[in-house]
T-cell receptor, first 112, second 113 residues
């Protein structure tokens, strides 16, 4: 089945630093989404990407849909303590029931 | 606009029992999906409901079943609970089956002992 590999698994950064994380797939996806999940909560949609090469921003967050359609990247600029959480990438293959396939997440810790 | 709500928040069941989890979709959303999230993992797709019918299913056995009601709310039923069913169960809704953006509820934490 389809799998998404996220890296890094976890990261510790100083407040104010920029963050980069990525997600790769063994197969093509037509849509990429990035979610953030905090303890005891469901995932919250951050950014949705629909076209290969697309670059989309949401405040300090910027995500890109890779040209090969097999990867996506999320950058967070000038991190703040409330950025702490687990960031998941998710993809739609466009076939079948529009289910989302999720990665295992990148756990972000921000040191004040 | 009301977001996705789920009940109960937490549940403890014994192996072999049955459980029903409930979800109310976000207003304006007619398609509901259920996901299972084990500890330390990403959510795994269970199934999707649209127009009160299941129209997509992940790699889960038949003892996982569901319903969708005319108001688009949904239930997830799990029979013959196993220890490995312990997880966070997430409901997600969207505007229609052709919409890719799914919005999640807070989840129900199920513990099977």
């Amino acid at each position: 089945g389809q799998q998404l590999n996220q890296s890094p698994q976890s990261m510790f950064i100083q407040e104010g630093e920029d963050v980069s994380m990525n997600c790769t797939s063994s197969s093509i996806f037509n849509t990429w989404l990035w979610y953030k999940q905090e303890p005891g909560e469901g995932p919250v949609l951050l950014i949705a990407l629909y076209k290969a090469g697309e670059l989309t921003s949401n405040g300090r967050l910027t995500a890109q849909f890779g040209i090969t359609r097999k990867d996506s990247f999320l950058n967070i600029s000038a991190s703040i303590p409330s950025d702490v959480g687990i960031y998941f990438c998710a993809g739609h293959s466009g076939a079948g029931s529009y289910q989302l396939t999720f990665g295992k997440g990148t756990k972000l810790s921000v040191i004040p | 606009e009301t977001g996705v709500t789920q009940s109960p928040t937490h549940l403890i069941k014994t192996r072999g029992q049955q459980v029903t989890l409930r979800c109310s979709s976000q207003s304006g959303h007619n398609t509901v999906s259920w996901y299972q999230q084990a500890l330390g993992q990403g959510p795994q797709f269970i199934f999707q409901y649209y127009r009160e019918e299941e129209n997509g299913r992940g790699n889960f056995p038949p003892r996982f079943s569901g319903l969708q009601f005319p108001n688009y709310s949904s239930e997830l039923n799990v029979n013959a609970l196993e220890l490995d069913d312990s997880a966070l169960y997430l409901c997600a809704s969207r505007r229609g089956p052709d919409s890719y953006e799914q919005y999640f509820g807070p989840g129900t934490r199920l513990t099977v002992t």
